[in-house]
T-cell receptor
Framework: KAGVTQTPRYLIKTRGQQVTLSCSPISGHRSVSWYQQTPGQGLQFLFEYFSETQRNKGNFPGRFSGRQFSNSRSEMNVSTLELGDSALYLC????????????FGPGTRLTVT | GQQLNQSPQSMFIQEGEDVSMNCTSSSIFNTWLWYKQDPGEGPVLLIALYKAGELTSNGRLTAQFGITRKDSFLNISASIPSDVGIYFCAGHFGQGGKLIFGQGTELSVKP
């Protein structure tokens, strides 16, 4: 069974621009969570989607948003990019909403200049 | 908010040695998970623990869910060079898919 895939793997954007990252969960997984990883703050939860609905949200500004499609694929969007948004963005999927074993993709490395 | 304190932050050991790392929290968690992350990759799930006192093994790895539900530890026996990486603990509480992560333990193994 294929793992979690994320596209693109690397991205360079300019401050003020917006970006969309994509995540395809493991087949059959319905829950998708997004995390931001930085050297200073570590792994921090952004939000979780289950059955196309945002079920949990972390402490990030409204510039960070996401959505989930009927096939469980998910996208996250960051508008008005800031230098501090440079990070590894990780997507994780789990089988159902009650299974907390999350399986991560390789991440998208976003660099904001 | 909930925080996890993971220690040690880094370890430098000789191949063949055993390794132990742990996570503690001021809050109760219902699930503890341990992940390993290699450079440029996403974390890989090693072990999941669901019951207080539970001891679970995965090959040379053994993890335990603390009785108080506020801590967990991971042991690696007979370390090998491919054990190099960053190990993260993660805790879960309540509903939904939010995991709280520790700051990681960076493991280096000298052949």
């Amino acid at each position: 069974k294929a793992g979690v895939t994320q596209t693109p793997r690397y991205l360079i954007k300019t401050r003020g621009q917006q970006v969309t990252l994509s995540c395809s969960p493991i087949s059959g997984h319905r829950s998708v969570s997004w995390y931001q990883q930085t050297p200073g703050q570590g792994l921090q939860f952004l939000f979780e989607y289950f059955s196309e609905t945002q079920r949990n949200k972390g402490n990030f500004p409204g510039r960070f948003s996401g959505r989930q499609f009927s096939n469980s694929r998910s996208e996250m969007n960051v508008s008005t990019l800031e230098l501090g948004d440079s990070a590894l963005y990780l997507c994780a999927s789990s089988l159902q909403g009650t299974s907390y074993e999350q399986y991560f993709g390789p991440g998208t490395r976003l660099t904001v200049t | 908010g909930q925080q996890l304190n993971q220690s040690p932050q880094s370890m430098f050991i000789q191949e063949g040695e055993d390794v132990s790392m742990n996570c503690t929290s001021s809050s109760i968690f219902n699930t503890w998970l341990w992940y390993k992350q290699d450079p440029g990759e996403g974390p890989v799930l090693l072990i999941a623990l669901y019951k207080a006192g539970e001891l679970t093994s995965n090959g040379r790895l053994t993890a335990q869910f603390g009785i108080t539900r506020k801590d967990s530890f991971l042991n690696i026996s007979a370390s090998i060079p491919s054990d190099v990486g960053i190990y993260f603990c993660a805790g879960h509480f309540g509903q939904g898919g939010k995991l709280i992560f520790g700051q990681g333990t960076e493991l280096s193994v000298k052949p």
